[in-house]
Protein backbone atom coordinates (compact mmCIF):
# COMPACT_ATOMS: atom_id res chain seq x y z
CA UNK A 1 0.00 0.00 0.00
CA UNK A 2 2.60 2.49 0.98
CA UNK A 3 4.56 1.70 -2.35
CA UNK A 4 1.69 2.11 -4.33
CA UNK A 5 1.05 5.93 -2.35
CA UNK A 6 4.53 6.86 -3.27
CA UNK A 7 4.05 5.15 -6.82
CA UNK A 8 1.27 7.91 -7.33
CA UNK A 9 3.09 10.47 -5.67
CA UNK A 10 5.73 10.53 -7.99
CA UNK A 11 3.15 10.17 -10.81
CA UNK A 12 1.26 13.03 -9.80
CA UNK A 13 4.50 15.49 -9.64
CA UNK A 14 5.55 14.51 -12.96
CA UNK A 15 1.99 15.02 -14.42
CA UNK A 16 2.43 18.19 -12.31
CA UNK A 17 5.63 19.22 -14.11
CA UNK A 18 4.74 18.26 -17.09
CA UNK A 19 1.71 20.65 -16.96
CA UNK A 20 3.91 23.56 -15.64
CA UNK A 21 6.13 23.04 -18.38
CA UNK A 22 3.24 23.52 -21.03
CA UNK A 23 1.56 26.52 -19.12
CA UNK A 24 5.36 28.33 -19.28
CA UNK A 25 5.97 27.32 -23.00
CA UNK A 26 2.26 28.45 -23.79
CA UNK A 27 2.26 32.03 -21.69
CA UNK A 28 5.74 32.89 -23.20
CA UNK A 29 4.57 32.74 -26.37
CA UNK A 30 1.18 34.41 -26.48
CA UNK A 31 1.27 35.89 -22.35
CA UNK A 32 3.36 39.34 -24.19
CA UNK A 33 3.75 41.77 -26.97
CA UNK A 34 5.78 41.51 -29.94
CA UNK A 35 7.11 44.32 -30.86
CA UNK A 36 10.40 42.63 -33.16
CA UNK A 37 13.67 43.10 -32.58
CA UNK A 38 14.58 46.75 -32.26
CA UNK A 39 17.87 45.98 -33.67
CA UNK A 40 16.90 44.87 -36.66
CA UNK A 41 16.14 46.56 -39.75
CA UNK A 42 12.78 46.90 -40.93
CA UNK A 43 12.46 47.71 -44.53
CA UNK A 44 9.68 50.16 -44.88
CA UNK A 45 8.32 50.95 -48.45
CA UNK A 46 10.48 53.79 -48.68
CA UNK A 47 13.23 51.55 -49.35
CA UNK A 48 11.60 50.46 -52.80
CA UNK A 49 11.08 52.50 -56.05
CA UNK A 50 7.60 53.33 -56.48
CA UNK A 51 5.67 51.87 -53.75
CA UNK A 52 3.30 53.46 -52.08
CA UNK A 53 1.76 52.97 -48.67
CA UNK A 54 -1.55 53.93 -47.46
CA UNK A 55 -1.97 53.48 -43.80
CA UNK A 56 -5.00 51.72 -42.75
CA UNK A 57 -6.14 50.83 -39.44
CA UNK A 58 -9.40 49.09 -38.38
CA UNK A 59 -10.47 46.63 -35.35
CA UNK A 60 -10.93 43.14 -34.31
CA UNK A 61 -14.22 41.81 -32.71
CA UNK A 62 -12.46 42.47 -29.31
CA UNK A 63 -12.34 46.27 -30.42
CA UNK A 64 -8.40 46.49 -30.16
CA UNK A 65 -7.37 48.47 -33.08
CA UNK A 66 -5.03 46.78 -36.02
CA UNK A 67 -2.50 48.72 -38.11
CA UNK A 68 -0.77 48.24 -41.68
CA UNK A 69 -1.27 49.89 -44.90
CA UNK A 70 -2.36 49.04 -48.55
CA UNK A 71 1.04 48.96 -51.01
CA UNK A 72 1.12 49.51 -54.54
CA UNK A 73 3.32 50.77 -57.16
CA UNK A 74 3.03 54.10 -58.87
CA UNK A 75 1.58 54.26 -62.21
CA UNK A 76 -0.63 51.44 -61.59
CA UNK A 77 -3.65 52.39 -61.93
CA UNK A 78 -5.85 49.40 -61.81
CA UNK A 79 -4.61 46.30 -59.54
CA UNK A 80 -5.03 42.99 -60.97
CA UNK A 81 -6.50 42.19 -57.51
CA UNK A 82 -5.81 42.39 -53.81
CA UNK A 83 -3.86 40.38 -51.55
CA UNK A 84 -4.43 40.34 -48.16
CA UNK A 85 -1.62 38.98 -46.21
CA UNK A 86 -1.03 37.35 -42.77
CA UNK A 87 2.54 37.46 -41.00
CA UNK A 88 4.20 34.77 -39.05
CA UNK A 89 5.32 35.36 -35.22
CA UNK A 90 8.38 37.31 -34.15
CA UNK A 91 7.81 40.61 -35.90
CA UNK A 92 5.10 42.35 -38.37
CA UNK A 93 4.07 43.00 -41.58
CA UNK A 94 7.32 44.62 -42.28
CA UNK A 95 9.63 41.70 -41.67
CA UNK A 96 7.80 40.86 -45.17
CA UNK A 97 7.93 44.40 -47.57
CA UNK A 98 10.24 42.34 -49.74
CA UNK A 99 7.40 39.83 -50.87
CA UNK A 100 5.29 42.67 -50.75
CA UNK A 101 7.05 44.73 -52.75
CA UNK A 102 7.12 42.04 -55.14
CA UNK A 103 3.65 41.40 -55.04
CA UNK A 104 2.88 44.80 -56.11
CA UNK A 105 6.05 45.04 -58.82
CA UNK A 106 3.51 42.32 -60.59
CA UNK A 107 0.45 44.77 -60.36
CA UNK A 108 -1.36 43.43 -56.89
CA UNK A 109 -2.10 45.68 -54.84
CA UNK A 110 -1.70 44.48 -51.08
CA UNK A 111 -3.23 44.69 -47.69
CA UNK A 112 -0.49 43.92 -45.13
CA UNK A 113 -0.76 44.85 -41.40
CA UNK A 114 0.17 43.45 -37.76
CA UNK A 115 -2.00 41.61 -35.84
CA UNK A 116 -3.07 42.24 -32.10
CA UNK A 117 -0.22 42.81 -29.56
CA UNK A 118 2.03 43.16 -32.33
CA UNK A 119 4.15 46.15 -33.83
CA UNK A 120 2.41 48.84 -34.60
CA UNK A 121 -1.33 47.70 -33.78
CA UNK A 122 -2.62 47.54 -30.09
CA UNK A 123 -2.93 44.83 -27.28
CA UNK A 124 -1.27 44.32 -24.29
CA UNK A 125 -0.72 40.70 -25.40
CA UNK A 126 -0.46 38.22 -28.69
CA UNK A 127 -3.57 36.29 -26.78
CA UNK A 128 -3.47 33.07 -28.51
CA UNK A 129 -2.85 30.78 -31.58
CA UNK A 130 -6.34 31.67 -32.90
CA UNK A 131 -5.78 35.34 -32.79
CA UNK A 132 -4.02 35.31 -36.01
CA UNK A 133 -7.00 33.69 -38.09
CA UNK A 134 -9.83 36.37 -35.94
CA UNK A 135 -7.54 39.43 -37.09
CA UNK A 136 -7.48 38.38 -40.80
CA UNK A 137 -11.09 37.87 -40.91
CA UNK A 138 -11.37 41.59 -39.10
CA UNK A 139 -9.15 42.79 -41.89
CA UNK A 140 -11.42 40.55 -44.63
CA UNK A 141 -13.98 42.72 -42.77
CA UNK A 142 -12.34 46.12 -43.41
CA UNK A 143 -12.11 45.09 -46.97
CA UNK A 144 -15.34 44.36 -47.62
CA UNK A 145 -17.01 47.36 -46.02
CA UNK A 146 -14.27 49.37 -48.30
CA UNK A 147 -16.02 50.84 -51.46
CA UNK A 148 -13.06 50.30 -53.40
CA UNK A 149 -11.23 47.42 -52.48
CA UNK A 150 -14.55 45.51 -51.99
CA UNK A 151 -14.91 45.14 -55.43
CA UNK A 152 -11.34 43.76 -56.35
CA UNK A 153 -10.80 39.98 -56.66
CA UNK A 154 -9.05 38.77 -53.48
CA UNK A 155 -6.25 36.59 -52.82
CA UNK A 156 -4.98 35.66 -49.30
CA UNK A 157 -1.76 35.05 -48.84
CA UNK A 158 0.17 34.23 -45.07
CA UNK A 159 3.64 32.56 -43.64
CA UNK A 160 3.94 30.31 -40.74
CA UNK A 161 1.01 31.89 -38.32
CA UNK A 162 -0.28 33.48 -41.49
CA UNK A 163 -0.33 30.74 -43.19
CA UNK A 164 -2.51 29.24 -40.30
CA UNK A 165 -4.66 32.29 -40.03
CA UNK A 166 -5.21 31.86 -43.96
CA UNK A 167 -6.30 28.39 -43.75
CA UNK A 168 -8.14 28.92 -40.50
CA UNK A 169 -10.09 31.88 -42.12
CA UNK A 170 -11.00 29.45 -45.67
CA UNK A 171 -13.01 27.08 -43.28
CA UNK A 172 -15.34 30.26 -42.45
CA UNK A 173 -18.85 30.05 -44.55
CA UNK A 174 -18.84 33.99 -44.90
CA UNK A 175 -15.13 34.42 -46.16
CA UNK A 176 -15.36 34.62 -49.49
CA UNK A 177 -11.64 34.62 -51.86
CA UNK A 178 -11.07 33.72 -55.34
CA UNK A 179 -7.44 31.73 -53.77
CA UNK A 180 -4.91 31.45 -51.43
CA UNK A 181 -1.19 30.58 -50.93
CA UNK A 182 0.38 29.68 -47.51
CA UNK A 183 4.08 29.45 -46.84
CA UNK A 184 5.34 26.62 -44.18
CA UNK A 185 1.78 26.40 -42.64
CA UNK A 186 1.35 24.24 -39.96
CA UNK A 187 -2.16 22.63 -39.62
CA UNK A 188 -2.20 23.03 -35.73
CA UNK A 189 -1.64 25.51 -33.88
CA UNK A 190 -0.72 23.39 -30.55
CA UNK A 191 1.61 20.78 -33.09
CA UNK A 192 3.50 23.71 -34.04
CA UNK A 193 3.92 24.74 -30.40
CA UNK A 194 4.90 21.19 -29.01
CA UNK A 195 7.66 20.56 -32.25
CA UNK A 196 8.86 24.19 -31.07
CA UNK A 197 10.28 22.15 -27.53
CA UNK A 198 12.20 19.10 -30.29
CA UNK A 199 11.14 15.40 -30.55
CA UNK A 200 12.15 14.39 -27.39
CA UNK A 201 9.40 16.76 -25.83
CA UNK A 202 6.91 14.99 -27.96
CA UNK A 203 5.30 13.52 -25.56
CA UNK A 204 3.86 17.19 -24.33
CA UNK A 205 1.69 17.56 -27.79
CA UNK A 206 -1.26 15.94 -25.89
CA UNK A 207 -0.90 18.16 -23.09
CA UNK A 208 -0.35 21.66 -25.53
CA UNK A 209 -3.95 20.35 -26.70
CA UNK A 210 -5.54 20.65 -24.00
CA UNK A 211 -3.94 23.82 -22.98
CA UNK A 212 -5.27 25.56 -26.30
CA UNK A 213 -8.85 23.82 -25.65
CA UNK A 214 -8.71 25.01 -22.48
CA UNK A 215 -7.80 28.90 -23.22
CA UNK A 216 -8.49 29.07 -26.91
CA UNK A 217 -11.91 27.23 -27.04
CA UNK A 218 -12.90 24.43 -29.23
CA UNK A 219 -11.88 25.95 -32.53
CA UNK A 220 -8.03 25.75 -31.19
CA UNK A 221 -8.82 21.76 -31.73
CA UNK A 222 -9.93 22.48 -35.76
CA UNK A 223 -7.14 21.20 -38.72
CA UNK A 224 -6.19 23.67 -40.97
CA UNK A 225 -6.63 20.92 -43.13
CA UNK A 226 -10.28 20.69 -42.76
CA UNK A 227 -11.34 24.30 -43.05
CA UNK A 228 -9.20 24.14 -46.54
CA UNK A 229 -11.42 21.24 -47.79
CA UNK A 230 -14.46 23.28 -46.93
CA UNK A 231 -13.43 25.75 -49.26
CA UNK A 232 -13.70 23.99 -52.52
CA UNK A 233 -13.35 24.75 -55.30
CA UNK A 234 -11.61 27.83 -53.82
CA UNK A 235 -7.78 27.43 -55.22
CA UNK A 236 -5.12 26.80 -52.92
CA UNK A 237 -1.44 26.67 -53.30
CA UNK A 238 0.59 25.54 -50.41
CA UNK A 239 4.28 25.38 -50.41
CA UNK A 240 6.26 23.81 -47.85
CA UNK A 241 10.15 22.82 -47.01
CA UNK A 242 11.38 19.66 -46.48
CA UNK A 243 14.02 20.88 -44.13
CA UNK A 244 11.76 22.92 -42.04
CA UNK A 245 12.45 22.65 -38.23
CA UNK A 246 9.80 25.05 -37.41
CA UNK A 247 6.68 23.29 -38.74
CA UNK A 248 7.99 20.04 -39.73
CA UNK A 249 6.49 18.08 -42.93
CA UNK A 250 4.40 15.85 -40.85
CA UNK A 251 2.60 18.43 -39.02
CA UNK A 252 2.38 20.83 -41.96
CA UNK A 253 -0.74 21.79 -43.61
CA UNK A 254 0.46 20.72 -46.69
CA UNK A 255 0.59 17.60 -46.48
CA UNK A 256 -2.39 17.05 -44.91
CA UNK A 257 -4.44 18.47 -47.46
CA UNK A 258 -2.27 17.38 -50.94
CA UNK A 259 -4.80 15.64 -52.16
CA UNK A 260 -7.65 17.70 -52.29
CA UNK A 261 -8.47 18.12 -55.89
CA UNK A 262 -8.48 22.05 -55.48
CA UNK A 263 -5.09 22.37 -53.61
CA UNK A 264 -1.60 22.43 -55.06
CA UNK A 265 0.90 21.44 -52.33
CA UNK A 266 4.45 22.06 -53.39
CA UNK A 267 7.12 20.83 -51.37
CA UNK A 268 11.17 22.05 -51.73
CA UNK A 269 14.13 19.67 -50.96
CA UNK A 270 16.66 21.43 -49.24
CA UNK A 271 14.35 24.29 -48.09
CA UNK A 272 13.63 25.57 -44.26
CA UNK A 273 11.20 27.89 -42.87
CA UNK A 274 10.55 30.95 -45.44
CA UNK A 275 10.54 28.75 -48.96
CA UNK A 276 10.40 31.77 -50.63
CA UNK A 277 14.17 32.75 -49.85
CA UNK A 278 16.80 30.98 -51.55
CA UNK A 279 18.53 27.99 -50.02
CA UNK A 280 21.55 30.57 -49.86
CA UNK A 281 19.07 33.55 -47.57
CA UNK A 282 17.84 31.41 -45.35
CA UNK A 283 21.17 29.41 -44.08
CA UNK A 284 22.67 32.99 -43.95
CA UNK A 285 19.80 34.22 -41.65
CA UNK A 286 19.31 31.12 -39.60
CA UNK A 287 23.64 31.40 -39.03
CA UNK A 288 23.43 34.90 -38.30
CA UNK A 289 20.46 34.92 -35.68
CA UNK A 290 22.12 31.87 -34.01
CA UNK A 291 25.34 33.73 -33.61
CA UNK A 292 23.92 36.74 -32.49
CA UNK A 293 21.70 34.72 -29.91
CA UNK A 294 24.97 32.46 -28.29
CA UNK A 295 26.58 36.35 -28.43
CA UNK A 296 23.94 37.35 -26.35
CA UNK A 297 24.05 34.16 -24.08
CA UNK A 298 27.21 34.36 -23.17
CA UNK A 299 28.08 36.45 -20.45
CA UNK A 300 31.20 37.22 -21.45
CA UNK A 301 30.40 39.03 -24.40
CA UNK A 302 30.54 42.95 -24.62
CA UNK A 303 27.83 45.17 -26.01
CA UNK A 304 29.88 46.48 -28.46
CA UNK A 305 30.05 42.73 -30.31
CA UNK A 306 26.33 42.19 -30.18
CA UNK A 307 26.33 45.74 -31.51
CA UNK A 308 28.71 44.78 -34.43
CA UNK A 309 26.92 41.50 -35.09
CA UNK A 310 24.11 43.94 -36.18
CA UNK A 311 25.56 46.18 -38.15
CA UNK A 312 27.62 44.22 -40.39
CA UNK A 313 23.53 42.01 -41.27
CA UNK A 314 23.73 42.23 -45.11
CA UNK A 315 20.19 42.95 -45.37
CA UNK A 316 19.85 42.50 -49.46
CA UNK A 317 21.10 38.36 -48.79
CA UNK A 318 19.08 37.94 -46.08
CA UNK A 319 16.09 39.03 -47.64
CA UNK A 320 16.64 37.64 -51.42
CA UNK A 321 13.96 35.92 -52.81
CA UNK A 322 13.91 32.49 -54.81
CA UNK A 323 13.05 33.98 -58.35
CA UNK A 324 11.30 30.44 -59.14
CA UNK A 325 9.27 30.05 -56.11
CA UNK A 326 7.82 33.46 -56.72
CA UNK A 327 7.16 33.01 -60.02
CA UNK A 328 5.01 30.04 -58.81
CA UNK A 329 3.10 32.24 -56.99
CA UNK A 330 2.91 35.10 -59.37
CA UNK A 331 1.21 33.11 -61.89
CA UNK A 332 -1.15 31.53 -58.89
CA UNK A 333 -2.32 34.87 -58.27
CA UNK A 334 -2.37 35.77 -61.91
CA UNK A 335 -5.01 32.58 -62.48
CA UNK A 336 -6.99 33.31 -59.60
CA UNK A 337 -7.58 37.02 -60.41
CA UNK A 338 -8.09 36.95 -64.17
Not at 219 to 247: H, R
Not at 264 to 282: C, L, M, P, W
Request: glycine fraction near 8%.
Amino acid sequence: MKFLMIVSAVVIIIIGVIIFLAYRMYSTVFGKRCDGDERLKYFTHNDFEGLKAAPIEFQNKDGVTLRGAIYAKSGVQMPKGLIVFSHGMGGGHLSYMTEINTFAENEFAVLAYDNTGTCSSDGEKIGSFCQGPEDLKAALKFVKEHPMLSKMKIVLAGHSWGGYSVCRALGDEDVKVDGAVTFGAPNSGYQVISAALGEKFSFLTPVFKLFFRIFEGKDALVLCSDCVASAEPTPVLMLQGENDAIVRREISAAQSAEDLPHVKAVFFDGRYHNVYQTIESEEYMNATFARINALKKNKNTSEKEISACYDNIDYELITREDPAVIDLVIRFMNNCTK
